[in-house]
């Protein structure tokens, strides 16, 4: 059948800006009229000459009014003379998978409709993101160009009449204004399952679940917290590790995530660290969120390994990984909030080490030109090269080809971490949903001792522990690589003996305004502690510059990791 397409008018929305990943708000607004509409037109017309007869990848979390946009940007591709989509099938693909298929198909870039961690549902948060070339997130750049299409916007083309299913795999061609417009549904999971197998060796990690003679079979569990990661966790652990049905939960991906808040961290995923306590077989539980792209890993008995530590342990083994001896290992990276264990391994390899801002699109670059092999951020995030995303269930693998390797438990690996290279206690208060007000006269608060100058010099004593200001400022960035420049990161507050203070707001939230407040401390010797112990007298100085409890009326975060 020949279809036609046809142009509408339409006015703009306030407020379609995309934060640190992607435009995120309430499904309500998603659904207002030609909202959703605006937007997707916006991102296209940002692609200019390179949109015509290109090909797209669509996908996400699978979370309530997914189907909804996606048929929507179906029919605004093809009017937009796309040349053709690559669907996930019925419209799901964790954000790894994007990355991973937009690079192995070499095409312009992709949609991912999720709005990651943030809860699901008609009533919570939907979120759309585009992905370039390369496969990661679109640059500030880009996102600031979509942002200022969408305060003008005056009509987008659309092709209504065009009907296309995706629930079966399978390619589908349409005759759009003469043109051929085609949809390819594809498997959800093939192309991420092989690129797995290609970086791990799935056959000494069957053997290390399975056992062998000589070792006996290691215990593992997964929750997906109902959200994209249950498929691709299905075919890799069930069918390809024979972990076995206990092995997993919340393995089916739901469009409201069962009403749970998909984020693995010690508050959200507390069922998965109950079952872990519960059960003393368990020796890895790991936790992911709603669209699979970061992950929370657990020891025996729920000992919690913070992301950064995490990211330091994988740095000092990617000799554990096949994908590393083949590729070789250049620079590590990490955002700048995030735990500086990874900088005391980089040292010691002589790797090079870049410190970036908050959001893995800040690593892309560094990736392409070479110089950067393995990265991570506080935010439950770990990943490597081998995309342009950070990728929930890589890590559990690179974490299993660990402990294959070294034939040590989860703790001991720590431990044996620490001992070497000392210990930066970490963690992070959340505030979530305060009155942006009070947040920002917070930040104004801050900015406002740097420029004076107050800060630097002071004394602070907490129980006995004296902490002096050896440094303060508001973290920005030169990219080395393309040279643009972002400013406004976070605030830093450095101590004599390095420990480090940073207060920041959140990028990713869809409603008010969340403060995280980061502490880093480095112990060489005293590292078996506990990190909320140790942290204590730290983070009372911070609630003292920050004034937070008198600007936010809030006596306790929302969340501790
Ligand atoms: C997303 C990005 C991460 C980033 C995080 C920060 O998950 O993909 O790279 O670390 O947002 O979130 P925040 O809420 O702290 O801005
Ligand atoms: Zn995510």
Same mark, same amino acid.
């Given at each position: 059948?020949?279809?036609?397409?046809?142009?509408?008018?339409?006015?703009?929305?306030?407020?379609?800006?995309?934060?640190?990943?992607?435009?995120?708000?309430?499904?309500?607004?998603?659904?207002?009229?030609?909202?959703?509409?605006?937007?997707?037109?916006?991102?296209?017309?940002?692609? +200019?000459?390179?949109?015509?007869?290109?090909?797209?990848?669509?996908?996400?979390?699978?979370?309530?009014?997914?189907?909804?946009?996606?048929?929507?940007?179906?029919?605004?591709?093809?009017?937009?003379?796309?040349?053709?989509?690559?669907?996930?099938?019925?419209?799901?693909?964790?954000?790894?998978?994007?990355?991973?298929?937009?690079?192995?198909?070499?095409?312009?870039?992709?949609?991912?409709?999720?709005?990651?961690?943030?809860?699901?549902?008609?009533?919570?948060?939907?979120?759309?993101?585009?992905?370039?070339?390369?496969?990661?997130?679109?640059?500030?750049?880009?996102?600031?160009?979509?942002?200022?299409?969408?305060?003008?916007?005056?009509?987008?083309?659309?092709?209504?009449?065009?009907?296309?299913?995706?629930?079966?795999?399978?390619?589908?061609?349409?005759?759009?204004?003469?043109?051929?417009?085609?949809?390819?549904?594809?498997?959800?999971?093939?192309?991420?399952?092989?690129?797995?197998?290609?970086?791990?060796?799935?056959?000494?990690?069957?053997?290390?679940?399975?056992?062998?003679?000589?070792?006996?079979?290691?215990?593992?569990?997964?929750?997906?917290?109902?959200?994209?990661? +249950?498929?691709?966790?299905?075919?890799?652990?069930?069918?390809?590790?024979?972990?076995?049905?206990?092995?997993?939960?919340?393995?089916?991906?739901?469009?409201?995530?069962?009403?749970?808040?998909?984020?693995?961290?010690?508050?959200?995923?507390?069922?998965?660290?109950?079952?872990?306590?519960?059960?003393?077989?368990?020796?890895?539980?790991?936790?992911?969120?709603?669209?699979?792209?970061?992950?929370?890993?657990?020891?025996?008995?729920?000992?919690?390994?913070?992301?950064?530590?995490?990211?330091?342990?994988?740095?000092?083994?990617?000799?554990?990984?096949?994908?590393?001896?083949?590729?070789?290992?250049?620079?590590?990276?990490?955002?700048?909030?995030?735990?500086?264990?990874?900088?005391?391994?980089?040292?010691?390899?002589?790797?090079?080490?870049?410190?970036?801002?908050?959001?893995?699109?800040?690593?892309?670059?560094?990736?392409?030109?070479?110089?950067?092999?393995?990265?991570?951020?506080?935010?439950?995030?770990?990943?490597?090269?081998?995309?342009?995303?950070?990728?929930?269930?890589?890590?559990?693998?690179?974490?299993?080809?660990?402990?294959?390797?070294?034939?040590?438990?989860?703790?001991?690996?720590?431990?044996?971490?620490?001992?070497?290279?000392?210990?930066?206690?970490?963690?992070?208060?959340?505030?979530?949903?305060?009155?942006?007000?009070?947040?920002?006269?917070?930040?104004?608060?801050?900015?406002?001792?740097?420029?004076?100058?107050?800060?630097?010099?002071?004394?602070?004593?907490?129980?006995?522990?004296?902490?002096?200001?050896?440094?303060?400022?508001?973290?920005?960035?030169?990219?080395?690589?393309?040279?643009?420049?972002?400013?406004?990161?976070?605030?830093?507050?450095?101590?004599?003996?390095?420990?480090?203070?940073?207060?920041?707001?959140?990028?990713?939230?869809?409603?008010?305004?969340?403060?995280?407040?980061?502490?880093?401390?480095?112990?060489?010797?005293?590292?078996?502690?506990?990190?909320?112990?140790?942290?204590?007298?730290?983070?009372?100085?911070?609630?003292?510059?920050?004034?937070?409890?008198?600007?936010?009326?809030?006596?306790?975060?929302?969340?501790?990791?």
């Amino acid at each position: 059948m020949a279809l036609v397409s046809e142009i509408r008018s339409t006015t703009p929305f306030e407020g379609q800006k995309p934060g640190t990943s992607g435009l995120r708000k309430k499904v309500k607004e998603f659904m207002e009229k030609h909202y959703t509409e605006n937007f997707v037109q916006c991102i296209l017309d940002s692609l +200019g000459d390179k949109l015509e007869g290109s090909t797209l990848v669509v996908g996400g979390d699978g979370r309530y009014f997914s189907k909804q946009a996606i048929n929507i940007i179906i029919r605004i591709a093809a009017a937009n003379k796309v040349a053709k989509l690559i669907i996930g099938q019925i419209g799901i693909l964790s954000t790894p998978a994007v990355s991973s298929l937009i690079r192995n198909h070499k095409v312009l870039g992709g949609i991912v409709l999720t709005a990651s961690h943030n809860p699901g549902g008609i009533h919570n948060d939907f979120g759309i993101k585009y992905n370039c070339e390369n496969g990661g997130p679109a640059p500030t750049q880009f996102t600031d160009d979509v942002y200022e299409r969408t305060k003008t916007i005056k009509e987008y083309r659309i092709c209504p009449e065009l009907d296309c299913e995706f629930h079966e795999v399978g390619t589908q061609t349409f005759q759009v204004d003469g043109r051929q417009f085609v949809v390819e549904v594809i498997d959800s999971t093939v192309d991420y399952v092989n690129l797995m197998k290609d970086i791990f060796d799935f056959g000494k990690l069957r053997s290390l679940i399975q056992g062998t003679e000589t070792r006996e079979p290691f215990n593992v569990l997964m929750d997906s917290m109902n959200g994209v990661t +249950g498929v691709y966790v299905r075919k890799i652990f069930l069918e390809e590790l024979h972990s076995g049905q206990d092995s997993c939960r919340r393995i089916i991906p739901l469009d409201n995530f069962g009403e749970i808040h998909p984020d693995p961290n010690l508050t959200y995923a507390k069922e998965l660290v109950d079952k872990v306590k519960e059960n003393q077989k368990i020796q890895l539980g790991a936790a992911f969120d709603g669209d699979g792209d970061r992950n929370m890993i657990i020891g025996q008995n729920a000992f919690f390994v913070t992301p950064s530590d995490s990211l330091a342990v994988i740095a000092n083994n990617l000799n554990c990984i096949p994908y590393f001896e083949k590729n070789g290992v250049c620079g590590f990276a990490r955002s700048m909030p995030t735990g500086a264990a990874v900088d005391r391994v980089a040292a010691a390899l002589n790797k090079e080490m870049f410190i970036v801002p908050t959001g893995w699109k800040f690593f892309g670059n560094l990736m392409d030109a070479g110089r950067l092999s393995l990265c991570g951020e506080e935010s439950f995030g770990t990943g490597s090269d081998h995309i342009r995303e950070k990728d929930g269930i890589w890590a559990v693998l690179a974490w299993l080809s660990i402990v294959e390797h070294k034939k040590m438990s989860v703790e001991e690996i720590l431990q044996e971490h620490w001992k070497l290279y000392g210990r930066n206690y970490f963690t992070r208060y959340d505030y979530e949903e305060c009155e942006s007000d009070g947040a920002n006269k917070m930040v104004e608060h801050l900015e406002k001792l740097l420029e004076d100058g107050s800060l630097i010099k002071k004394e602070f004593v907490v129980d006995g522990k004296k902490f002096v200001v050896k440094a303060a400022d508001n973290f920005s960035y030169t990219d080395p690589i393309d040279k643009s420049f972002t400013k406004n990161q976070g605030i830093r507050i450095i101590f004599e003996d390095d420990s480090r203070l940073i207060f920041r707001l959140s990028g990713t939230g869809s409603s008010g305004a969340t403060i995280r407040l980061y502490a880093d401390s480095y112990e060489r010797e005293n590292v078996t502690g506990d990190a909320q112990t140790m942290l204590k007298p730290i983070i009372s100085v911070a609630l003292q510059v920050s004034k937070l409890e008198e600007f936010t009326g809030r006596k306790e975060p929302t969340v501790i990791t």
